[in-house]
């Protein structure tokens, strides 16, 4: 039951203003039998000649990392798993022998290096008494399948030789996992005893989209062949050559981000030193990078290398916000590098910022234009690190974080340097002011609701704050956010618009999952997708539509009376049970929180200077719906017809590879607004509103 009547200000009398209104909301109820659960109509009025802080576009951007398969198996088109052989040092992963019409053959992993490369290891192919008819090979399963779509060009590449003469040719094929249906097929001939390169394109014709299907190089001539870096690549969004996955970019793009903070999040401080993100071993052709461990137990094949992260923030029109390696790693501060050891690593993070921002007369920009991009890429953001207080970083990260400032700003006065220390680090003393403190916050919905008045006593004068990883996440189940950790996002979110002048720049985390089984390492996540299919979260269209309508002033809005709502009173994100061996829960809290009273309606007031419209971001978290008198002083006009759109979806419920749209945005169309108008917000509904004023 709520308590309607109850507000901030008259929280002291609140029995007898409780007691008041439920009687007038009770003899509403039955007078007008409108107002679902006795709610009491509240007025919200918005100052809108009186507008306030500036947000800054940067405001809603992206993190990201290599988590759950974010990358590889992810964003990064590469459709081969362990295409160098060296995600494990016994066992071909993912690979298997192909054999056809009772062929015999057999795959081993060996020590070949391809001279000139980075390459190490190759996987032979033996198949010395083949038939007629007969044909054997080796086959990829991709990250969980090979997806086939009709009418489409993939481009495949391998290095091979034999070890003797060979008459060749190998065909190159995807195929269904049971071999009886090939999609496309191609033939590479010139296999000879030295390694080469070759590269082919298969096209498929009709076919029903499946992910049933695996990638084969065979042979129907009798011989010995070995492979290294096996390669295979479906059309990529904007047709880079080493590029990301269309419908994932896509779903990027209608969120219109910003910028992209990378390569991490755990991922840059890597499990320990010789596994840190190095960005020198990542860039050049795919064959020149070393590969290595990530910090989420698995390998990266760091196709995903600096250069790619560039053109990723370029696609989108993404500002990077850089995070460098800066001494730590999550090893629990097993070893921590400092002083004079650092010293190599802070001229490694200049020579990071000359590759990206450098002229082509610069060893670095000459270096990027060699990797095929001559023009320099806009850089005003570097963090040093990522969650230092974590790994027993705390205590050295001061003398590490100046190193870095001090030869940063040297070089580089326009960059603004971010700490990794936050607000709540109140006791950590820097030596140099950072540009920005960075807030990381996973949270149950309680301390979203809670936190959306975070920074509302922040110092104006203190250190700005990039939230640089937030979700409302916790308890940490499944895949990607349901319902009612979307409802937490947008009351935080509404939160941080209010406070823009502070809250500088923010973004979700983690921003990727791969849903299939042993995917992920981390619940609660964005966006999920498989090999065919990508789909939106509910906590990702909170983001869109705020994103979509972030305005660019903020304007003063308040809601008289508030309702209040209690600890029981606030939605509760419903658990199913985890399902038999299901990935790890990831840790998190239990739905604890603060014990409230909490607001049950959030505001956000903005307005957009090019086209004028007053933006209304509404998140009404009653279980029951809200009448509001919308005021809004001093826009002058107030066009009738305004328009924007509606989150609303059962608490627990998820969108998922088989119901990817179970919770999605409707469009709202309003043909009464004016200065002064009645709306009605759903029960449990994230709504936007766009009011034009011209
Ligand atoms: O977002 C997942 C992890 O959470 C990040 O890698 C790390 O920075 C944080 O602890």
Known sequence: MLRPGLTKTS?????????????????IVILAGQYALGQAPVTLTVLANQPGVKIDPLFYGLMTEEINFAYDGGLYAELIRNRTFRDNPQTPVNWSVAKYGGADGSIKLESDPVPGTALTMALRLEAPSLLAGQRAGIANEGYWGIPVKPDTTYRASFYAKSAGPFRGPLTVAIESNDGQMTFAKAEVSGISTEWKKHTVTLKSGKATPSTTNRFVISTGTPGTISFSLVSLFPPTYKNRPNGNRIDIMELLAGMKPGFLRFPGGNYLEGPNYDNRFNWKQTIGPIEQR????????????????????LEWAEDLNMEPILGVYAGLHIDNGARIIT?????????DALDEIEYITGSTSTTWGARRAKDGHPQPFKLRFVEVGNEDWLNMGTASYDGRFTMFYDAIKAKYPNIRVISTMRSQDRNFKHSRTPDFLDDHFYVTIPTALSQAHLYDNYDRNATKIFVGEWATNSPRVGDTPMMAFALGDAAFLTGLERNADVAIMNCYAPLFVNVNPGGRQWAVNLIGYDALTS????SYFVQKMFSNNRGDVVLPAKIDPLPMLSAQQIPVAPQPPPAPGAAPRGGGGGGRGPAGPFDGIYVSATRDNASGDIILKLVNIQPAAQTLQIVIEGAGTIRKDASGELLIG??????SVAEPRKVIPRAVSIHDAGPRFTHQLPALSVEVLRLKTR
């Open 535 to 538: 789909f939106a979260s509910p």
């Open 650 to 655: 059962e608490l627990g419920a998820v969108n």
């Open 290 to 309: 070393p590969t290595h461990m990530g910090p989420w137990r698995y390998r990266s094949s760091d196709g995903m290398g600096l250069l790619e992260f």
């Open 11 to 27: 929280f002291g009398k609140r029995l007898f203003v409780l007691s008041l209104a439920l009687l007038v909301g009770g003899v």
């Open 339 to 347: 002083g004079d050891e650092l010293k190599p690593h802070v001229q």
